[in-house]
Each structure stands twice: as structure tokens, then as C-alpha cells.
């Protein structure tokens, strides 16, 4: 794979642009559309159904009538595994396809939608589809004159509503438990970045999926992603984004039909760096890695380094020396390790963070700059600032870009104080060789996950999701069917 066979394929690529309703490929009732910008070179790469409340409840109404007679959720299990695996199958078909899709839409660079982006959402895909007829009920230890099952039923129907940073892959964290489970799914991508979501609407009816069991449909948050949340036969809205919008989904449950919410949420995750750790360039590798990797656009990305203050210029050093391995390039290009920001907006928030830092006493030690202005695309290039304080907007705030803020400390309590500091809990990770001290910090760190002598150490099999304020519920792992199922007891009274 070259550049120029990826701009020459791209050049002829088709843009999904219609939402999926009920097995049709269907534009916006209002007929109206919005642009799908890429951030490559900040151009229109198409137009896309701007679907509104009318749209929405007609996948939902679909959904409900999917749902309700069965179609998916009384087929036989091994029939549904049979389906799931051939969606994954086709994905896998359109690998090449949907990794170019993503890093139009997106910015990210294809060699990391080829390898990590597409195939994740396709391992989440078969992962479910195996684990579909594995999970099953309990008998409970009732008196004897009584027998009770304990059963898990699917909910009805899904709202999905996932952000831009990893598209496919946030989307089938969600998809594939929720269709494992006997759901029927309406599933709103971002405005940013709808391709790949259609395209797995398109590809499920191809597998086999029923009409109206999975729709996706593309619109802005505030109105079609309101629409769903607000929407009265909607049973779970399953949410990847941002807090503030995390609040308002809950305020609309709140305001209609009491629909569960599961929230993944933002992170400031500290990765803590004890001068006792054992490979300080492992652990400098980690801390690069942990922030610049997709643009730093993660939620649980390694934003805060907390480094132990006798090691902290040394290390300091080693962290800038790699930043430069992560310098942006053309998202098409094979060779560029990271891409484009999402949007003009993003790209001048995080802009704005950078302005900020040094006002507040932070120093910067490398980068801080925009590049590539001349693609018309939106590029940071990868920034580090010293000295930063705990108190700072740059250690508090979600930035979502390649910034990283580090901070230093004297000890392990005050380690610990710095890294539970924050309103989040999505991620943490600690260096060190002292596997006390490992197990003793790991238990005291308020996150979701805690990665030791390794950073973002994430598999299928391992609940993701946080604690604070960076939400509830978890994605991955067996446990992630809880979310999309409810509990029912059955009992029989006989004679005994
Ligand atoms: P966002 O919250 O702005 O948007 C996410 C989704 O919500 C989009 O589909 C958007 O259209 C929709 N939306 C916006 N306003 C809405 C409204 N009023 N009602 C209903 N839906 C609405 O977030 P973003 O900017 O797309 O993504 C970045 C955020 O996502 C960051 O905060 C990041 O940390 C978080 N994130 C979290 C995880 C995780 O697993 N915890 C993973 C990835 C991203």
C-alpha cells in the first residue's frame, strides 16, 4: 500500500450518505443534509442525511415492531451466531474500504484503521456472536413447594449514540452485545464521522441481520440524538461522548419514559511514573504513546504524567526525544503515525488549551504548534509543557488532543492524592518495580481501569468504563451484556 494507491482509491470511493431504516436505504424526511467534513484537507467529502425527530421515530417504531414479533430475538441462537459471523466476515471483505472510510472522516491514519480501528470492531463483532448462547440464567434455592428461574431477556429497543474518535469501533462495542443479547438497535453516529456506521447498517442487512433490528441513523446531536434520547419507547440509551452531553441524555430520561442511561464518559488520566520503575524508556515509550496515539483524541488518554520529582527532568527529556516519532502527516500516507484533528473546532479548542498553559505557569518543553496548514487540514503537532500544576486547566480539563501536561511529585501519598484529584476515573496506570507498592496504589486509584508497568493494556475480555464523573456501565467483556439485558424471576409453586 502506497499514498498514491490510497489517494487514487479514495478518489473513487462512495461516501455512504442515507440512514438505514427498517432494511432501506432512506434520505431524511425534510430531505435535508449536512456536510461531512474531512479533516485531511478540510473539504466536503459528501453530503449525508440530516435526519431529524420524524426520521428517528420511524427506526424506532421499526425497532419496536422488529422487537415485538421476533424476527431476531426468537431465532435460533446458532442462527443469529450464523448471521453475526457473517457480518464480521463481511466487514472483513470491506476491510480496506472501511479503514479508508474512517480516515477520510476522521483524520486518523489509515495504517491504524487498517490495523487497529476495523479489525477491533470486527473482533467485538464475532466476540459477542461466540458468546451469544454461553451466558444463560440461574435456579434459585427456593423453598421447596417452589421452583424459580432467574432469566435475562433482552430490553427492547437499544439507543446508541457514539462519538467521532474511534467511529466503527466505539459503534460495535455497543452493536455487537446489544444484537447478542436479542435487542433491535437504533444507532446515531457522530456528525463528524457517519460513514463507517452506515456502511455497518448496509453490511448487517447483507449478513442476514432482519429489517429493522439494527438502524442507523445520521443526524446532529441536538437533533436527532435528542430525538432518540427523548423518545418514549426507546428502552436504554447506551451513550459514548462527551460529560455535558452524558448530563443532558440523563436530564431527557429523566423528562420521558425513564429509559436506562450507560454513560462512557471523558477522562484526565494520570499514568504515574516512580523513579523505582524498572525500564524508564519502556515507561517513556508509554507516556508518549499514552497521549499522542490517534491524536490524542482518547478518552482515556495518559494526559496527566505524574513523574517523581528526582527523575522527573531525565525522564522529561526521554518523553520529548519520542514525541517526535508521533509528528503528523498526511492520514493517507502508509508512514504518518498520527493524522488529523476532527474539526476545525477541535483543532482551535485544543489551540486554545496550548494558548492557556503558559499563562498559568506551565512550561512548555516541546511543540505547541499548528502544522501542515498549507493541506487546508486541521494538524498539532505533539506538545508537552513542564511544570504543570494540578490546579492548571491543562491537568483538569479534557482536552482531547496531543497535549500533555506534566506534573511532578515527592512521594507515593502524594501520588496518589495528585492522580484521585479530578473529577474522572476512566483510566490510570502506575511504573514501578515494587509489587507492593503496585497492588497498594492500584487499590487506592479511583478508575475504571488501572494498567501496571504497561499503558492502555486493553482486551475484549476486561470491563472498560469508569467511575466519577466518567460514567457508568460498562463496555467489553461478558459483563457488558448486563447492560442491554434485564432480569426476570419466574416461579412455579407445585406440591412437593
Ligand atoms: P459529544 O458528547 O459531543 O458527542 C457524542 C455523540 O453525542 C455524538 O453522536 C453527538 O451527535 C451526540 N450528541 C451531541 N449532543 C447531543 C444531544 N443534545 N442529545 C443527544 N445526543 C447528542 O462527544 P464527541 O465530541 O463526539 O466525543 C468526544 C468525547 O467522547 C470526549 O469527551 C471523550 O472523552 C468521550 N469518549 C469517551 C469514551 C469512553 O469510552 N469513555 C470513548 C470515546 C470518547
Known amino acids: 500500500m502506497t499514498l498514491q494507491k490510497n489517494l487514487d482509491r479514495a478518489a473513487g470511493l462512495s461516501f455512504p450518505s442515507q440512514a438505514v431504516i427498517d432494511g432501506k436505504l432512506v434520505s431524511a424526511k425534510s430531505g435535508k443534509t449536512f456536510p461531512n467534513v474531512g479533516p485531511r484537507d478540510g473539504r466536503v467529502l459528501n453530503e449525508v442525511a440530516a435526519c431529524d425527530a420524524d426520521d428517528i421515530d420511524a427506526a424506532v417504531?421499526?425497532?419496536?415492531?422488529?422487537?415485538?414479533?421476533?424476527?431476531?430475538?426468537?431465532?435460533?441462537?446458532?442462527e443469529k451466531k450464523k448471521i453475526m459471523f457473517k457480518l464480521a466476515e463481511l466487514m472483513e471483505r470491506d476491510l480496506e474500504e472501511l479503514a479508508l472510510l474512517e480516515t477520510l472522516d476522521m483524520g486518523k491514519p489509515i495504517r491504524d484503521t487498517l490495523s487497529v480501528d476495523i479489525p477491533t470492531a470486527i473482533n467485538s463483532i464475532r466476540w459477542y456472536a461466540?458468546?451469544?448462547?454461553?451466558?444463560?440464567?440461574?435456579?434459585a434455592t427456593?423453598?421447596?413447594?417452589?421452583?424459580?428461574?432467574?432469566?435475562?431477556?433482552?430490553?427492547?429497543?437499544?439507543?446508541?449514540?457514539?462519538?467521532?474518535?474511534?467511529p466503527l469501533h466505539m459503534a460495535c462495542w455497543k452493536v455487537a452485545p446489544a444484537l447478542a443479547a436479542g435487542n433491535s438497535i437504533v444507532l446515531k453516529p457522530a456528525e463528524q464521522s457517519p460513514s463507517t456506521a452506515l456502511k455497518l447498517g448496509e453490511l448487517a442487512l447483507e449478513a442476514g441481520v432482519p429489517p429493522g433490528v439494527l438502524n442507523v441513523v445520521p443526524g446532529l446531536g441536538e437533533t436527532a440524538g435528542q430525538a432518540l434520547a427523548r423518545h418514549m419507547d426507546v428502552d436504554l440509551i447506551a451513550f459514548t461522548g462527551s460529560g455535558d452531553v452524558g448530563r443532558k441524555l440523563m436530564t431527557y430520561a429523566g423528562e420521558s419514559n425513564l429509559k436506562r442511561v450507560a454513560l462512557e464518559l471523558g477522562g484526565k488520566s494520570p499514568q504515574i511514573v516512580f523513579a523505582d520503575a524498572e525500564n524508564l524508556d519502556e515507561a517513556a515509550d508509554a507516556a508518549a504513546w499514552g497521549i499522542f496515539f490517534n491524536q490524542g483524541e482518547?478518552?482515556?488518554?495518559?494526559?496527566?504524567?505524574?513523574?517523581?520529582a528526582s527523575i522527573k527532568d531525565a525522564f522529561v527529556r526521554k518523553v520529548v526525544e519520542r514525541a517526535a516519532h508521533y509528528a503528523p502527516g498526511d492520514p493517507l500516507d502508509p508512514a504518518s503515525v498520527t493524522g488529523a484533528i476532527v474539526s476545525e473546532s477541535q483543532?482551535?479548542?485544543?489551540?486554545?488549551?496550548?494558548?492557556?498553559?503558559?499563562k498559568e505557569g506551565a512550561v512548555l518543553a516541546r511543540g505547541g504548534k499548528r502544522v501542515r496548514e498549507e493541506s487546508g487540514g486541521f494538524y498539532i503537532e505533539p506538545t508537552i509543557f513542564d511544570r504543570v500544576e494540578n490546579t492548571h486547566a491543562l491537568a483538569r480539563d479534557e482536552v482531547f488532543g496531543p497535549v500533555l501536561g506534566v506534573i511532578a511529585f515527592k512521594d507515593e501519598?502524594?501520588?496518589?492524592?495528585?492522580?484521585?484529584?479530578?473529577?474522572?476515573?476512566?483510566?490510570?496506570?502506575?511504573?514501578?518495580a515494587n509489587i507492593s507498592r503496585a497492588h497498594r496504589v492500584a487499590r487506592k486509584l479511583r478508575a475504571g481501569l488501572v494498567w501496571i508497568n504497561g499503558w492502555d493494556a486493553c482486551d475484549i475480555t476486561v470491563p472498560f468504563g469508569g467511575a466519577k464523573q466518567s460514567g457508568f456501565g460498562r463496555d467489553r467483556s461478558l459483563h457488558a451484556l448486563e447492560k442491554y439485558t434485564e432480569l426476570k424471576g419466574i416461579s412455579i409453586t407445585y406440591r412437593p
Open 61 to 78: 417504531k421499526a425497532a419496536r415492531a422488529a422487537f415485538e414479533d421476533g424476527r431476531w430475538r426468537n431465532k435460533h441462537p446458532r
Open 130 to 139: 461466540e458468546a451469544l448462547d454461553k451466558v444463560y440464567g440461574e435456579v
Open 142 to 166: 427456593t423453598p421447596a413447594e417452589r421452583l424459580s428461574f432467574v432469566v435475562r431477556e433482552p430490553l427492547g429497543v437499544v439507543g446508541a449514540i457514539v462519538p467521532w474518535n474511534f
Open 298 to 308: 482518547i478518552c482515556n488518554a495518559a494526559s496527566r504524567l505524574l513523574v517523581e
Open 347 to 358: 483543532m482551535r479548542r485544543v489551540l486554545g488549551f496550548i494558548d492557556k498553559a503558559p
Open 413 to 432: 501519598d502524594e501520588a496518589v492524592r495528585i492522580a484521585n484529584d479530578t473529577v474522572y476515573g476512566l483510566a490510570s496506570g502506575l511504573w514501578t
